[in-house]
């Protein structure tokens, strides 16, 4: 089965990438958050273009990320560590994220949850994140009960309980915002960071811990996919793949992804309990 997987899109999604996925369909796409910037009356423009290229139910799921339905203020509050200002602002982000769950009629947004597709199962993970710790805690207190990477280890061993009951036979695909730990710990590593004087894995240790436990009790994991730590122009050398313990990583931020009427997206193949994945170009 393959799949188009989209990374930080950043509002850089248009009606040229409307016309291509008419004539190359996928069964189902992957967004891993970060729809737009600052303006989210933009935003709510490149949601509706987002929501119009599914085909069917159960084929659109995005990720949310730490500019999708926070604002300025929050994310301030968030990198400052001011709960106080993070609620103050909170009514207003759950507006936003309302208005976003709406306009995206057609596909899933949100996280902690999971989806039986024919040939695997999805696992939404935590959404908002983007390093460090649990981000945003009164948002995500409010909307899933989490407040720490304790809260949020416990939530994925109970979707994973749930999995296994219910479709052991099936692969798991975990779709992120900011990747797991343990993927390399140099800037250009998958979730290395290039913006701290030493070099740190940015990854989520409670999403590391989840991959953990879903193969201790016997789940298949052929693929990760995430973005949130951006490959660009300036930083060309960040690495989008890597295989390991039969796990295949994907970074899928290229930022922007549009580059002189260049299109770019990544096709993840399924098949069984491996994965592969290739950057696919389109357009000038």
């Not at 899109?9 to 600052?38: C, M, R, T, W």
Request: with cysteine; aromatic share 12%; hydrophobic share 35%.
């Amino acid at each position: 089965m393959k799949i188009a997987v989209f990374g930080d899109i950043h509002n850089s999604f248009s009606q040229a990438d409307l016309e291509y996925f008419e004539g190359h369909p996928y069964p189902v796409y992957l967004f891993v958050g970060d729809l737009g910037k600052a303006s989210f009356s933009r935003t709510q423009k490149t949601i509706g273009l987002m929501n119009r290229i599914a085909q069917k139910p159960d084929s659109l799921f995005v990720m949310p990320g730490n500019h999708d339905g926070p604002g300025f203020f929050m994310l301030a509050g968030e990198l400052f560590r001011w709960e106080w200002l993070q609620k103050l602002f909170l009514p207003r982000t759950l507006r936003h994220i309302r208005r976003i769950t709406e306009i995206l009629s057609n596909g899933t947004f949100g996280g902690y949850s999971f989806f039986p597709l024919p040939e695997f199962t999805l696992l939404l993970s935590r959404p908002y994140s983007m390093g460090s710790r649990v981000n945003y805690p009164p948002l995500m207190e409010t909307l899933y009960g989490v407040r720490n990477y304790r809260d949020s280890v416990r939530m994925y061993k109970k979707i994973l309980d749930q999995i296994r009951h219910e479709h052991p036979e099936k692969p798991v695909v975990i779709l992120a915002h900011n990747g797991p730990k343990g993927c390399g710990h140099k800037k250009d590593d998958l979730w290395g960071s290039d913006f701290t004087r030493k070099i740190r894995d940015w990854g989520e240790i409670d999403l590391k811990l989840a991959i953990q436990y879903g193969k201790k009790i016997g789940l298949k994991i052929p693929a990760v996919v995430g973005g949130h730590m951006h490959r660009t122009p300036v930083q060309p050398d960040r690495r989008d793949i890597l295989l390991k313990e039969g796990t295949l990583y994907l970074n899928a931020a290229d930022v922007p992804r549009v580059i002189q009427g260049k299109h770019t997206f990544y096709e993840l193949e399924i098949s069984g309990g491996t994965a592969r994945a290739q950057k696919i170009e389109f357009g000038q």
